[in-house]
Each structure stands twice: as C-alpha cells, then as structure tokens.
C-alpha cells in the first residue's frame, strides 16, 4: 500500500516567519508531486506543483523535492494569518499512473497574529 | 475561466438508496478524477476519467462507479448506500499532471 506521511501538527507560528511543512513518501517511482491547501470547510486548492529534485520557488511559496529520500518539502515564507489553514501533500503513482494520486492526511498550519 | 462545478452541493440519503452526483471540468481539461474526503481516511482516490474512459480506479467497492460523457462531463453513481459512505465527494479535472478540485459534494446518508 503507497503511504504519504505528514506529520498532523498542528503546527503554530508567528506572523512573518517561516512555516515549514514536510512529507515524505513510500512509493520510489512517483514521478508528480504537490501541495494542496485546505481552508475549513473548502475544497483543496493547489499553490505547488514539483516533478523534478531540487527546489521550485513561487512567490512566498517554496516547495523541495529530494527522491533520493523520498522526501518533499513546503516553506511558506513571512507567514500571514490568510494561511491558516490544513496542507496536503499528493504523490502520484508510479507506472505512468500520473493522474492517480496519494494524499497525505494533512498538517493544520496556525499563523498567529 | 470558470472553474470546476459539482452539483448537488449537499445531499441526503437513506441507507440502501443510490445517489448520483456530477461534475463539469475546467473548459478544455479532458482527465475527471473523483476523490472521497472523510475525517477518518482523509482523501482518497475513486477514479479517473479521460475521453470517455475510465484509466484508473482506487480501491473502492464496486458500488461505486462512473462515467464520462463527450464533453468531458462526469458523473459517479454509489449504489446499495451505506452509513460508511457518508463524505465530501470531490472532482477533480486536471491537464498537464495538475489536478483542480470542485466545491465538493456533501453526502449525508442516515
């Protein structure tokens, strides 16, 4: 069975520092990685998408990925309150199955004013 | 560009009833998958969709099923219903690996 292990948190920071979310994941051969984000009540949203190792930057957002450890990682750098709110990470399947994906359960992200 | 829809957007149900939900893709996505969303399990996936084909299934009874239609609409269908089945039922349309998700649909079943 493919696992996708984040830790549950909840993981509490101050506003303007540095949220650091991590994941890591048992199927080797997956190629497509992302991260989602959930507000209470809402659907996920996608803010990351990352196929390659290495670190892939989007305005305060960056994701890393290290296959070697079967390790991906989010920072959230300067932290609002906006971001409040439950960070999935999705692995896809390997054997070509990019479209077929294991979410992790989540980590309840609090940014306090 | 209008995102995904899903409809209904709440639904209750008795057990042994069927339900059919739907969803409409992101204009010019070709790939629907399905997702169920429960405290316990968290996201899990159903299946996905592309040109009318079903390219890949979760581990889920066979009383959960699903098409596609011609113009990439979807739609899932779970019979015999069971309390258990109770959950957020997201669709998600993708192109390109990256998957955008709907509103949801909330099954109650009492």
């Known amino acids: 069975q493919k696992e996708v292990e984040q830790n549950s948190g909840p993981l509490s920071v101050p506003e303007g520092a540095i949220a650091s979310l991590n994941c890591t994941y048992s199927d080797r051969g997956s190629q497509s990685f992302f991260w989602y984000r959930q507000y209470s009540g809402k659907s996920p949203e996608l803010i990351m998408s990352?196929?390659?190792?290495g670190d892939k930057e989007d305005g305060r957002f960056t994701a890393q990925l290290n296959k070697a450890s079967q390790y991906v990682s989010l920072l959230i750098r300067d932290s609002q309150p906006s971001d409040s709110a439950t960070y999935l990470c999705?692995?896809?399947?390997?054997?070509?199955?990019?479209?077929?994906?294991?979410f992790g359960k989540g980590t309840l992200l609090t940014v306090n004013p | 560009k209008a995102g995904v829809t899903q409809t209904p957007r709440y639904l209750i149900k008795t057990r042994g009833q069927q339900v059919t939900l739907s969803c409409s893709p992101i204009?010019?996505?070709?790939?629907v998958s399905w997702y169920q969303q429960t405290p316990g399990q968290g996201l899990q996936f159903l299946f996905e969709y592309f040109s009318e084909t079903q390219r890949n299934k979760g581990n889920f009874p066979g009383r959960f099923s699903g098409r596609q239609f011609s113009n990439s609409r979807s739609e899932m269908n779970v019979s015999t219903l069971e309390l258990g089945d109770s959950a957020l039922y997201l669709c998600?349309?993708?192109?390109?690996?990256?998957?955008?998700f709907g509103p949801g649909t909330r099954l109650t079943v009492t």
């Open positions: 990352i196929y390659s190792n």
């Open positions: 998600a349309s993708s192109r390109n690996y990256e998957q955008y």
């Open positions: 999705a692995v896809s399947e390997s054997g070509g199955s990019n479209y077929k994906l294991t």
């Open positions: 204009s010019g996505h070709r790939s």
